[in-house]
Nanobody, 125 residues
Framework: QVQLVESGGGLVQPGGSLRLSCAAS????????MGWYRQAPGNQRELVAA???????NYADSVKGRFTISRDNAKNTVYLQMNSLKPEDTAVYFC???????????????????WGQGAQVTVSS
C-alpha cells in the first residue's frame, strides 16, 4: 500500500504562486508515473502534470509554461510549482502514483493507482 500526503494548498491572489508537495510512503522510483490531477466543482478530475521514473514530463495545455513538476528522490517527495495562478486554477489538487505497468494489447495500463487526500487551491482576489 502506498500512502501519499499532499501539503501546500491555500488561498492566493491571481498572479501569485504556490508550491504543492506530495510525500510518498515508498521510494518514488517504485512508481512508474507520479502526477498531479485537479478537480473543480462540477468538473471531472483532469491531469495537470506527470513525471515518469525516467524524468519525462507531461503537462495539460492550460498550465504549460506556468506549472512545473519536480521531485526530490532523497525525500520521496514530488512537487508542483504553480506560478502566474489564475482563478480558473481553483480546484482540489490530488497527487497520484501509478505502479506496475503492463501492456493490454497496445494499451499501457497500471495495476496499482494510488491517490492522496487532496489539497485545496483557491485563486481569488
Amino acid at each position: 500500500q502506498v500512502q501519499l500526503v499532499e501539503s501546500g494548498g491555500g488561498l492566493v491572489q491571481p498572479g501569485g504562486s504556490l508550491r504543492l508537495s506530495c510525500a510518498a510512503s515508498v521510494n518514488i522510483f517504485s512508481a512508474n508515473v507520479m502526477g498531479w490531477y485537479r478537480q473543480a466543482p462540477g468538473n471531472q478530475r483532469e491531469l495537470v502534470a506527470a513525471m515518469t521514473t525516467g524524468g519525462s514530463t507531461n503537462y495539460a495545455d492550460s498550465v504549460k509554461g506556468r506549472f512545473t513538476i519536480s521531485r526530490d528522490n532523497a525525500k520521496n517527495t514530488v512537487y508542483l510549482q504553480m506560478n502566474s495562478l489564475k482563478p480558473e486554477d481553483t480546484a482540489v489538487y490530488f497527487c497520484n502514483a501509478k505502479l506496475n505497468r503492463y501492456w493490454s494489447g497496445s494499451v499501457l495500463k497500471y495495476r496499482n493507482d494510488y491517490w492522496g487526500q487532496g489539497a485545496q487551491v483557491t485563486v481569488s482576489s
